[in-house]
């Protein structure tokens, strides 16, 4: 998991996410932005291709089968004020 922030968000993208793809025990993968509600969720596929799911609704659930349970995005984003 990777949380995005304004001053971090191309780094992350640009260098750290393709190494981390590389890592051969990693199956799934979750960054986050700040602002605005934004989840990508990817998920190891085979021989170095992923799946790719964006979450922009507050309202949604993340489902995470592989830790059997369901994330509402309005929890992941309960304490993070917009803003000004």
């Not at 592989?66 to 984003?77: A, E, G, N, T």
Request: glycine residues 2%; aromatic residues 10%; contains cysteine.
């Amino acid at each position: 998991m990777q949380i995005l922030s304004q001053s971090t968000r191309a780094r992350d993208r640009s260098f750290k996410l393709p190494h981390y793809r590389e890592i051969p025990s990693l199956k799934v993968y979750l960054l986050i932005e700040q602002e605005p509600v934004s989840l990508e969720f990817g998920r190891f596929v085979s021989q170095g291709q992923w799946t790719v799911e964006v979450i922009s609704n507050l309202n949604a659930v993340l489902e995470l089968p592989f830790l059997k349970c369901r994330l509402p995005v309005s929890q992941i984003y309960a304490d993070v004020s917009p803003a000004a």
